[in-house]
């Protein structure tokens, strides 16, 4: 198994940038895939970001804006949020997976492990 904690949520005008972090704990993480959801109250969990098999895979409204990378090493993932907007507001969970296949990459349940969520607000 692996722990996941994510870091680094918090209130952003909107334009700014915030750097999540997630450490995980356990199991050698660079044996899984992981992404970065998001959800706000009432709705579903969304795809941002993701890291399989060394590719990365962003939703459109991360493209040009969202990077997502990951320090095996330091059994750290990193999503790097720049140009904010008030819709990125959410709580944004890292999660992951060893038996991911591509096709279920930005499906939240194709994901075991999951981290506690992390706020981050984008208001003027």
């Known amino acids: 198994q692996v722990q996941l904690a994510e870091s680094g949520g918090g209130l952003v005008p909107p334009g700014g940038s915030l750097r999540l972090s997630c450490k995980a704990s356990?199991?050698?993480?660079?044996?899984?895939?992981m992404a970065w959801f998001r959800q706000v109250p009432g709705k579903e969990r969304i795809f941002v970001a993701g890291?399989?098999?060394?590719?990365?895979y962003y939703a459109d409204s991360a493209k040009g804006r969202f990077t997502v990378s990951r320090d095996n090493a330091g059994n750290t993932a990193t999503l790097e949020m720049n140009i904010l907007k008030p819709e990125d507001t959410a709580v944004y969970y890292c999660?992951?997976?060893?038996?991911?296949?591509?096709?279920?990459?930005?499906?939240?349940?194709?994901?075991?492990?999951w981290g506690q969520g992390t706020q981050v607000t984008v208001s003027s």
């Open positions: 999660a992951a997976d060893s038996g991911l296949i591509l096709s279920s990459v930005r499906l939240p349940s194709a994901y075991d492990y």
């Open positions: 356990g199991r050698p993480f660079s044996t899984y895939s």
């Open positions: 890291i399989w098999r060394g590719r990365t």
